[in-house]
T-cell receptor
Framework: GNSVTQMEGPVTLSEEAFLTINCTYT??????LFWYVQYPGEGLQLLLK?????DKGSNKGFEATYRKETTSFHLEKGSVQVSDSAVYFC???????????FGKGTMLLVSP | ETGVTQTPRHLVMGMTNKKSLKCEQH?????MYWYKQSAKKPLELMFV???????ENNSVPSRFSPECPNSSHLFLHLHTLQPEDSALYLC??????????????FGPGTRLTVT
């Protein structure tokens, strides 16, 4: 079956540090890949997505590149802010079918 | 109201109670979803409704009963729950159809505690 594996959290960083959250997937075929973010007390929000190999999704300074050869979609940001503290979820979905498969989520804590 | 709303935001219930969770979407979507979010586990998809028809039911115990009276409203009826059912229950909506990738928009969730 399809699955998504994320690095264990929490990830603790100081403001302006570089962020990487690893995500790898197992799937039959070539899914679309997503990063969602969940701020405290809120639901999930779509952060970025990529629909095919070598696509780069980006939003709010975050980036992730769809790597078919390593089945990965790692999330990066060059300089994190305290307001980026949240839980980040990697997910996949096949085109034309709307069910998402999520990873367990990675909590990011950024201190001033 | 805009987006996806859920009520109540918090619910505490005993194992013999019956309660319902409500979700409403104001986005004109035609598909709605219930997810369960437990600590240290991936989000679990529970039910999917597309055009008011249940199209997916992921082996959810019968003590959870969904209802989708129209494309804007989704309910989750709860009865005789167990303590392990305590979790955050998230509702989402999207457009659904063949082809394309349709983003799901999530509500803030209902934090359920079963005592």
């Amino acid at each position: 079956g399809n699955s998504v594996t994320q690095m264990e959290g929490p990830v603790t960083l100081s403001e302006e540090a570089f962020l990487t959250i690893n995500c790898t997937y197992t799937a039959t075929g070539y899914p679309s890949l997503f990063w969602y973010v969940q701020y405290p007390g809120e639901g999930l929000q779509l952060l970025l997505k990529a629909t095919k190999a070598d696509d780069k999704g980006s939003n709010k300074g975050f980036e992730a590149t769809y790597r078919k050869e390593t089945t990965s979609f790692h999330l990066e940001k060059g300089s994190v802010q305290v307001s980026d503290s949240a839980v980040y979820f990697c997910a996949l979905r096949f085109s034309g079918y709307s069910t998402l498969t999520f990873g367990k989520g990675t909590m990011l804590l950024v201190s001033p | 109201e805009t987006g996806v709303t859920q009520t109540p935001r918090h619910l505490v219930m005993g194992m013999t109670n019956k309660k319902s969770l409500k979700c409403e979407q104001h986005l004109g979507h035609n598909a709605m979803y219930w997810y369960k979010q437990s600590a240290k586990k991936p989000l679990e998809l529970m039910f999917v409704y597309s055009l008011e028809e249940r199209v997916e039911n992921n082996s959810v115990p019968s003590r959870f009963s969904p209802e989708c009276p129209n494309s804007s409203h989704l309910f989750l009826h709860l009865h005789t729950l167990q303590p392990e059912d305590s979790a955050l229950y998230l509702c989402a909506s999207s457009q659904a159809g063949t082809g394309g990738t349709y983003e799901q928009y999530f509500g803030p969730g209902t934090r359920l505690t079963v005592t």
